[in-house]
């Protein structure tokens, strides 16, 4: 089975520009999250799609935003990109139910995407 | 909402040493609990879950964790540890209403000397 596919894999983009990262889950994975990781930070949670409804909200700005499309596929956004948006972006999706009808909390994320802003 | 803390931010053990990370974790009710680990330029792998039953659980690579309810802990740790092992260890929970609401702790960074 694929892993979850993040693209690209790096970018650079100037202050003020917009961005758009693409994830695809694993085959069967309904359930996609996104995670902004910095070193001064850490792993921040940054939403959750499911079914093409965003369930969870982390506490970031409005510039931050995503989509879920009917194939699972999901791509977050950022507008008007700030020096502190340069961080590495993890997508992880989820069965959300295991094969035998039990709710998993497991995460199985990309290799991410990573983001430097000029 | 729930929360993480790992106390070590950088550990470094000798090759075939036994290992220890420690994490603790706030949720008002029980948690489901997990250790993620990280590779350099690399996402996160799961290393073990913890849902319910059994407290001690085992996991891949030849890690463990155990479930210390009354101490809010779930400590990773490895009898000997592999260079390979070098790594950043992540500790995470998540909620049972939720649990794709997952929190990560900081994060201890792993260093094995030869």
């Known amino acids: 089975k694929a892993g979850v596919t993040q693209t690209p894999r790096y970018l650079i983009k100037t202050r003020g520009q917009q961005v758009t990262l693409s994830c695809s889950p694993i085959?069967?994975?309904?359930?996609v999250s996104w995670y902004q990781q910095t070193p001064g930070q850490g792993l921040q949670f940054l939403f959750e799609y499911f079914s093409e409804t965003q369930r969870n909200k982390g506490n970031f700005p409005g510039r931050f935003s995503g989509r879920q499309f009917s194939n699972s596929r999901s791509e977050m956004n950022v507008s008007t990109l700030e020096l502190g948006d340069s961080a590495l972006y993890l997508c992880?999706?989820?069965?959300?139910?295991?094969?035998?009808?039990?709710?998993?909390?497991?995460?199985?994320f990309g290799e991410g995407s990573r983001l430097t802003v000029l | 909402a729930q929360s993480v803390t790992q106390p070590d931010i950088h550990i470094t053990v000798s090759e075939g040493a036994s290992l220890e990370l420690r994490c603790n974790y706030s949720y008002g009710a029980t948690p489901y609990l997990f250790w993620y680990v990280q590779s350099p330029g690399q996402g996160l792998q799961l290393l073990l879950k913890?849902?319910?039953?059994?407290?001690l659980v085992q996991g891949i690579k030849g890690f463990e964790a155990e479930f210390k309810r009354s101490q809010s802990s779930f400590n990773l740790r490895k009898p000997s540890v592999h260079w390979s092992d070098a790594a950043e260890y992540f500790c995470?929970?998540?909620?049972?209403?939720?649990?794709?609401?997952?929190?990560f702790g900081a994060g201890t960074r792993l260093t094995v000397k030869p």
């Open positions: 085959s069967g994975h309904r359930s």
């Open positions: 995470a929970v998540g909620a049972q209403n939720n649990n794709n609401d997952m929190r």
């Open positions: 992880a999706s989820s069965p959300v139910r295991d094969r035998n009808g039990r709710r998993t909390g497991e995460l199985f």
């Open positions: 913890y849902f319910s039953g059994d407290t």
